[in-house]
Every structure is written in C-alpha cells, then in structure tokens.
C-alpha cells in the first residue's frame, strides 16, 4: 500500500513559522492533485490547502491565505507547506492526502501518522 509520511511539526510561538513536508511514491500518486488537512483537538479534520498535480497552481482555505505556501518538488515525490504567522488556532496534527475538489481522496489508503503542530500564544 502507498504511504504518507508527514513530517516538520513542532512547537512553535504566535507569529513563527514552521515547514512540513510529505514523502510518498511519486508513481503510486502520479497524476493526483495532494492536499494538506488539518484536525484541530477535539474537532473533526479540515481542508487546509491542495496544489495541482503539476505544481503550476494552489488552493487555500479562507483562514490561511496569505500566510501558507503549498508547493511540491520536482519529482513529485513531496508535497510541502510552508507556514507563515503561525496563530494558536492553527494547532492541529496535519496530513497531506490526494485531494478532489478540497475532498480527501484516499482510495484503498490510509491516512498517515500526521504531524503535530502547536502554537502557543
């Protein structure tokens, strides 16, 4: 089975920054569209942004534009966020998974570990 792998969370204070990745197979997941998702404590998991298959555009949920960059690397082996001015509420674990239309599509996969993210204020 195709793995996800995140992995770049931490602790952090308001205001830092902080840069995941996720490794996968490049030939398993060729062609998909990827995307991060985040599930905060105690609520459920949330779109955060996807990028093309190609790399040659991003979608951002409303509460993080401006401030994560989604990108991938040439190969399309990784798929990567960059995040920027970090608040307290983007404490959450994140996961990376192929993405329809902001939807996780993960057929005959599983979600990865995640990684944390905390942010303090």
């Known amino acids: 089975q195709a793995q996800l792998a995140e992995s770049g969370g931490g602790l952090v204070q308001a205001g830092g920054s902080l840069r995941l990745s996720c490794g996968f197979n490049?030939?398993?997941?060729?062609?998909?569209?990827m995307g991060w998702f985040r599930q905060p404590p105690g609520k459920e998991r949330e779109f955060v942004a996807a990028?093309?298959?190609?790399?040659?555009?991003?979608d951002y949920t409303d509460s993080v534009k401006g401030r994560f960059t989604m990108s991938r690397d040439k190969d399309g082996n990784m798929v990567f966020l960059q995040m920027n001015n970090l608040k307290p509420e983007d404490t959450a674990v994140y996961y990376c998974?192929?993405?329809?239309?902001?939807?996780?599509?993960?057929?005959?996969?599983?979600w990865g570990q995640g990684t944390q993210v905390t942010v303090s204020s």
């Open positions: 490049g030939r398993a997941y060729r062609g998909y569209n």
């Open positions: 998974a192929p993405t329809i239309r902001r939807v996780p599509h993960l057929p005959g996969r599983s």
């Open positions: 990028i093309r298959w190609n790399g040659d555009d991003a």
